[in-house]
């Protein structure tokens, strides 16, 4: 299952595709939407797990260029603010929504809960 991540915060970013790499994933990780896209244009991915808060291009905004891209693709929204606005997007754009920080295992879970959706 190859899942890409995608999260301003290099340090976050690259120690969760560590972690879900430990638990079996192939995890592809990027800073930027524009990595992120240019990822999924040269590689297929099962789920992204986008930080909805990011510069340039919103997590919200970025899942629906990557859709356009990967129609099939599965996503799962983070982030560190926890606003109820962002929860209810995420929750319209179809994908789980988990506040920063979270344990492994909870990520691991809804992977799994958007793939079998």
């Known amino acids: ?7 301003d915060e290099e340090k976050f970013v690259s120690r969760l595709a560590e ?3 430990i638990r079996g994933f192939e995890a592809d990780w990027t800073t930027t939407s524009d990595g992120a896209l240019s990822k999924v244009e040269h590689n297929e991915y099962n789920i992204a797990v986008l ?4 510069p340039r291009l919103s997590g919200i905004d970025l899942k629906k260029r990557l859709e356009k891209l990967a129609p099939k693709m599965k996503f799962v929204f983070v982030s560190g603010h926890g606003s109820e606005e962002d929860y ?4 319209r754009e ?4 988990l506040i920063k920080p979270f344990k492994i295992e909870t990520l691991v879970e809804k992977i799994k ?4 959706a």
């Open 113 to 116: 809960e958007a793939l079998s």
């Open 51 to 54: 930080d909805v808060k990011m």
């Open 1 to 7: 299952m190859k899942v890409l991540l995608v999260d």
């Open 94 to 97: 179809g994908a789980s929504y």
């Open 88 to 91: 209810d997007i995420g929750i």
């Open 19 to 21: 972690r879900l790499e």
